[in-house]
Every structure is written in C-alpha cells, then in structure tokens.
C-alpha cells in the first residue's frame, strides 16, 4: 500500500493534517489485523449466514399409514423438498430451523382424488355460466386453491373445471405464482345430453351450440381423448349414469355404450392417462368398471355384482359422502336448486353414505374424495368424520387419504408416507385422531415440498 496523501486543507493546520493522516491509516491497519489480513479488503465484511436448508420436526405422535400405529416423540429431518431422515426422539441439528410439534400428530399431506376448485354450489350456479368467463373461473380457483392447502390437502385432482381454468391453476402452483395443492388436471368427455354436457336444459338455439367435450360413437370418442391430451391434462374424466346437478331429468341413467367406453379407455392408456367416472346408477358403472377406468366417483346405486367386479378389476371407489350430504341439505331450501335437480338431491344424496359402508365391508378399495367446490372449499376434511361414521376406523380413512390416494394418483414413490426419500408434504393436527377424528379440521401446520406454509 502506498502512501496515504492527503490534499492540503486551507481550513485546518498543516500540524493538525499530520496527525489526522496517522490516526486514519492507523484505524485501517486495526481493521485489517482484526480480519487477519494485510490490508483492509472491504469485499470480506460480514453478512448474515445463510438461512438453514434443513427443517426438524418434533412429533409428539406420528402415524405410520401402512401399519397404522402412532409411534410417540419422533423427529423428521427435511432437507430441500425431500425427507432425508425419520428417527425416534427429538433430534437437535446445528444450524437447522427446528418446528415444535410436540402436542401435534404428524401425518403425510393430505390428498383429495374429486374437487372443482374453479366451483362454488349455491342458487346462482346455474346463471353463472351465461355471465362468467375461463379468467373468472380461474381467479376463483386461486382463492380455493390456497384454502384448500390451508386446510392440509397438499395433492388434488382437479375432475372438472371449466376449459382451461384447471391446467392454468395447475402450471401456476408449480411456477409458483400462487399457493395450492398439487393438481392432477382432468379433460372431460361426454355424450349428448349426459351429465357432462353443457347445453342440458337450455333453450333449442342455445342448445345447437354444441360442446367440444361431447363423444357420440367410438371415433368422436378416440378423436376427444387425444385433443384433452394435446391441451395438457393429465387424465380423462368420464361420466357413464347421469348427475345430480346436471340439468337433465334422470340422474342414473346409463350415458355411454360399451364399445365408446372401450375406445375411451383404450385411447387413454396409450396416452398413459387414467380414466375415472362419475356414476350413480349401477348399469353405467358396470360398464364402467369392465372397460378399465380407474376409480367409480359416488357409486351410489353400486350392487353385489358391482362391488364383485370392483374387487375383480382392481377399481377404486372415491366416495364423495360430503357432497351427498350437502345437496341433500340444500335441497331442503326452497329455490336452492332448480326444480329438475331438487329432487335428485334429495333422493341421490343421502344415500351415498350407505352405499360406501357397504363398499367397505365388502372390502372394495376406498380412497379419500370429497367433490369440494359442491360442498364448501376448505372444509374437506369433514369427510373424514363422515367416512368413521359410515363404518371405516379413524386410522383407515386416513391411510385412504395418504398412501391409498397417492397410489390412485400413480404417486405412491413420491407422497402418500412419511418415508426418507419421499417429498416434504407433511401436516399436523393437535391431539390424537385415533380419539377424535374431528381434529383432521383442526390443521395446526402445513409443509408441501419443504416449504412451510402454515405453523402452529
């Protein structure tokens, strides 16, 4: 380092200049010897340590959903987006962000196979379609996206929004642009006048304007499934019996013939998409479940022969018990629903309860789906209770939640367990679920791929 010069000041003497220059580079020397260097190096100044990339969670229970047993004070490690360690005791790691969860059970995030997160049930549903546009449904699905995350759910699928909304809301979560679940997306195929058509119950010109989701015969039904998969969905949604809230007269009535369904699904799986269908009469469900799809939505009518082809086939049955329950509560309020669909709901609805009792002591696999979007956005976790009280233990109706509904979404490597090697989806809720099953409303915290989102 040279000389430190500095230019003659006319407003201080030369004696007072010298000894200001010596204690100035004297105060530099100091500096540089307290950082161990030579000579000052500003660019070495301290700054704040890195925020910890490692998460520990003390659990004063966690559940094992493949045994069902609570194991007591466990810790899991997080490193990233993935669990790296689950042990017995409360682990202390330098330099790691710790979460106290010692009052709370620790369970995988929760996943719901049947919402419409673009949806919202109430007197003014059906005008809605004549004054409401794709970019409104969207920024509505952005508010119930993050309520339902809130509420535990860290995985969804998306079975029906309108076109667009759901693929938009699914790119935008895992751009993070907005906070939600993880999204399976469905496109929709459906025949003239079934319950995915739009135009059911409209005037005769409005009618004419047909759907682009409509398949009437095996090649409308080939040709449907490749443009859903060349819009970006990730499975195709079906309906074969007619719905509740569909503005047609039957609501299980059989929709699609034989050979339909057989292209439908055959196209699908060359495209490696699942197909699910929403059925309430037993006829189209049959069919249904002989052509291949996935997973029945309600099942409401389903007889011995259906639970025994089920049990043969592999299906699934997502029961939906919260939405049964709404529509049969609303359908009790005059001028709630139209006057077609009132009493659909109040016939359809109470019934699906029963129907998935009998499913689970058939011994048909049951995963969790709750067809939020008819019911309120936020409150899904009340199927749980819904599900203890149709027959199923506690503990069961959380595994259909986690390692049974990861399994439907083809995830079951990546989520559904609290595993080393698994993805950091993990949420809490105080007390016990074994006791009480009504704390699984009562979500205390919330972590989706090692990010914490909601804390005690």
Known sequence: MGKCRTKPNRFMPSKHLQTVQQLTISSLV???????????????????????????????????????????????????????????GYATIANARTVDLKNHTCLPGLIDLHVHLSSELSPARYAEGFSLNPPDYTVRGVANAEKTLMAGFTSVRDLGSPPGVGVALRNGINRGFIKGPRIQAAGGVSSTGGHGDPTNGLRADLMATGSTNLADGPDDARRMVRQRYKEG???????????????????????????????????????????????????????????????????????????????????????????????????????????????????????????????????????????QGVAPHGENAREFEYMVEGGMPPLETIRAATLSAAAVMGMANQLGSLEAGKLADIVAVPGDPSKDISVMSKMAFVMKDGTVYKAP
């Not at 998460?55 to 987006?81: M, Y």
């Not at 929403?278 to 389903?302: F, L, S």
């Not at 997502?318 to 709901?345: H, L, M, N, Q």
């Open 30 to 88: 100091a500096i540089g010897l307290m950082n161990g260097l030579g000579a000052v190096n500003f660019a070495h100044a301290q700054t704040p340590p890195p925020s910890p990339s490692t998460t520990v969670l003390h659990c004063g229970r966690l559940l094992d959903v493949t045994t069902l047993k609570l194991a007591t004070e466990q810790s899991i490690v997080i490193d990233a987006k993935k669990i790296t360690r689950v042990s017995a």
């Open 233 to 371: 969905f990730d499975l195709i949604k079906i309906a074969t019996t007619g719905g509740v809230l569909s503005l047609s007269k039957s609501g299980d009535a059989p929709l699609l013939a034989d050979e339909e369904l057989a292209t439908i699904v055959k196209t699908a799986r060359d495209y490696s998409m699942p197909v699910v269908t929403h059925a309430h009469g037993a006829e189209g469900m049959k069919r249904a479940i002989r052509a291949g799809v996935q997973t029945i939505e309600h099942g409401t009518y389903m007889d011995d022969e259906a639970f025994a082809l089920m049990k043969q086939n592999g299906t699934w049955l997502v029961p939906t018990i919260s939405a049964g329950r709404y529509v049969a509560e609303k359908a009790k309020i005059a001028d709630f629903f139209p006057e077609i669909v009132r009493p659909k709901a109040a016939t359809i609805g109470p019934l699906i309860q029963g129907t998935f009792g009998r499913a689970y002591k058939a011994g048909v696999k049951i995963a969790f789906g709750t067809d």
